[in-house]
């Protein structure tokens, strides 16, 4: 008589809260453990940066529109002078814009759109970069890497929608846009944005993600350290100038899509 030994493996969970704590707390260990994992695991970080992003947006859309009804319109110069017709017009045009098309609905498409698109643009771009630099980490990994190295960009909506509702107040500058001389010329304007930008969440998401291209390519930690800022300093670049164009032509503020 022979016995047969069965051996039952431990299936792999699709939703890793543990990995949360773990980005946070020890980086270097679940980043190897993400690294080892052949499924996707990108999910449960972009649902979560998702809904932490839905709520800032509501919460900056209400305080919005509350302003606006109880200040009114900021008229143009001379208002007094336009015709009947012409004041209606603009009246008309101010009520719409204060509505929840334009303070609720695009605000939040803008942001989900950067959010989803944006995440994988970063991953591609990372993974390409870090080909070129001589990694050997799958398409997949790069993935998963950018989107659990959100981690900082949740808890940075978490503080921006509690400091909001603490304060009944719009959270006007961002990142070190305060530092940006002040002045009308397109070069300040567009620095002011790119500086918008930089927070020391931005600066933790980059740690995550040379930490996590260590340990998924095999890169020493100058390399890693290169093409994670190269990737980063791009997509912050292109996102500053996007939301320079946008001030310029319509003088409306962009919401945040993924820094």
Not at 23 to 26: D, E, Q, T, Y
Not at 78 to 83: G, P, R
Not at 141 to 149: D, E, G, M, R
Not at 157 to 171: F, G, N, P, S, V
């Given at each position: 008589m022979t016995t047969e030994n069965v051996t039952t493996s431990e299936p792999v969970k699709r939703f890793r809260f543990d990995w949360i704590t773990g980005?946070?707390?020890?980086p270097g260990r679940t980043?190897?453990?993400i690294s080892g994992q052949t499924k996707s695991s990108w999910l449960l970080p972009i649902l979560l940066l998702t809904l932490t992003t839905i709520a800032r947006v509501v919460v900056a859309g209400r305080i919005k529109q509350t302003m606006m009804l109880s200040a009114g319109p900021a008229l143009p110069p001379?208002?007094?002078?336009?015709?009947p017709e012409q004041q209606a017009q603009f009246l008309q045009a101010a009520q719409a814009t204060s509505g929840p098309v334009f303070v609720?609905?695009?605000?939040?498409i803008v942001a989900l759109v950067g959010i989803w698109i944006g995440w994988l643009l970063v991953g591609g771009l990372l993974h390409l970069v870090v080909t070129l630099m001589g990694g050997r980490g799958a398409t997949g990994?790069?993935?998963?890497?950018?989107?659990?190295?959100s981690i900082?960009?949740?808890?940075?909506?978490?503080?921006?929608?509690?400091?909001?509702?603490?304060?009944?107040?719009?959270?006007?500058?961002?990142g070190l846009a305060g530092f940006a001389p002040a002045g009308s010329d397109g070069s300040l304007t567009y620095l002011a944005s790119l500086l918008s930008l930089v927070n020391i969440f931005l600066i933790?998401?980059?740690?995550?993600?040379?930490?996590?291209?260590?340990?998924?390519?095999g890169l020493a930690l100058g390399k890693?350290?290169?093409a994670v800022i190269i990737t980063i300093g791009l997509v912050v670049a292109v996102e500053a100038l996007i939301s320079f164009l946008v001030g310029k032509l319509g003088g409306l503020t962009i919401v945040r899509p993924f820094f």
């Open positions: 980005v946070i707390f020890h980043f190897e453990q001379n208002f007094e002078y336009y015709s609720y609905v695009f605000p939040l990994y790069s993935i998963n890497l950018v989107a659990w190295a900082p960009f949740v808890i940075l909506d978490i503080i921006r929608t509690i400091a909001m509702l603490a304060t009944k107040q719009l959270i006007e500058t961002q933790w998401h980059i740690i995550l993600l040379i930490i996590g291209v260590r340990k998924g390519n890693a350290s290169f």
